[in-house]
């Protein structure tokens, strides 16, 4: 059945590569890959852009239908570790990639679906054996040592809606925050899991004033012996599309069940804690906690960008927390316990010139600095919920729990051509282990836009690890191990088809 499922997947890419069906997109995936695009649309004052936090989303632009062809090709001489790739995940030796995305967008109904393939060597590579929520860093492969075919449906969902408000089902990667690295929520760093959402499938526009909000539930997991887990989530976000343009928003999720709570975890009971109280005075009478607390893992961020039209300067924040607080008095004493942030700014007219860009991110999930006098959790750091992670990988930032992440980039995006080398560092277990892990990336990613169908990309990562699986090393003394380099080279070919 498996072998009959692939080259059906082959004949439908292949088939649909000769058609042309469709027109502008009317889709934005979670992929940040589209972001820099997707936001400078908006700089340059398109008249279908919008803020890009919450996504993925439908564009209402009068077309009912969309497509694309995707071909990747990987070449990695290391181990695997690129971030945010969903499906794409690829080890060490030559891996590709294919699909055909389709959205359809109506009155009433919206879906959209994208059969891929996704073929590999995945030689065998050094492993590092790391402790807890360490251990399912992207670095970490699977299926090691042997090659591999997956096939399957990403990015497939559908909605029945009215006016872009709606339910339906999907399994498509989810992206939400400001952060183009990454958000503390919810990335599209591993695949996306199946789920149930209520709300808006794109923004909804009065005057001047956009809102975007959903619902989402899903089982994620079911395990022996235990209720199955669920993950329950609620985003609302407001933009004003003023000058400066403001967007207001929050995430708050929860990881639930799994685990004995003395009574019997329900999905009723996963579907509606996340409106419960975020003070623990107020939740002491439910009876699957102990004076209040849980164990349970929920994570909840708040986010403000603005946008300065005339200067195209982006500026945002986010800021999350992993932890309930006592009372109110609590956060006012001490707002930054179990807090993890990430700041940056992305500037698309830089030094006056329309065509350059300069950005900056960073990542700031190190353990609290409260953990002297008050115990804490670090983000990301439930065994029994795998450590935020699904099949393997963590849907929230990458980098994971005691780390940061910094991001610098600067170069040109132009009509036809896009250059921008990046600077990439982080590093993990920062107040856990000394030393700690580190990473330095130097990138490359050149994009040419053919035609407004056609566009090739070629992107280049140069890495170099040291400290890996925290070794005791005296590094004052100049005594490195746990060093890994790694070299990565993706080529891409995209095609939109038209009317």
Known sequence: MYLIFRNIIHLTISFFCFLSLSFPQIYASADPYYLLTMDKSLVDGDAHAQTTIMRPFY?????PWSAWFRSEHYLNDNAPNQENMDVRYFGKGYTMFHSLHISFYSDFLAFSFEPFILQGENKAVKIYDRPGSFAVLNDVPKNIGTNFTEAGLRDAQIYLHFKGFGLGISNAGMWWGPGLQGTLSMTNNTIGFPHYM???????RWKNIGIMGRYTFAEIARKPYVDPTYFTSLNGMISFYVNPVISIGFSRNYLTGGVDVGIPWTAKKAALIVFESFLIENNLDNPYTIGGHDPFDQTLSGYFSMWFPDSKLKLYIELGFNDNRQNF???????DHAMATIIGFQHYKFL???NLIFGFEYANLINSRMQVFRGFPPWYNRSHYDHFSYEGRRWGAHSGSDSDDLLIF???MGNRWTVIPMWNYE???ITTYRPNEIKSELRLDIRYKISNQIQLGVYYEWQYEAHLGFPKDHY?????TGERRTNTVIL?????FKN
């Open 59 to 63: 564009v209402d632009n009068g077309q």
């Open 198 to 204: 209520i709300g808006t499938i794109r923004e909804i």
């Open 329 to 335: 008095w609590d956060f006012v004493v001490q707002p």
């Open 352 to 354: 006056g010139n329309k």
């Open 410 to 412: 600067f170069g040109w």
């Open 427 to 429: 590093r993990h277990g």
């Open 476 to 480: 004052f003394i100049n005594e490195i």
């Open 492 to 496: 891409r070919y995209e095609y939109a």
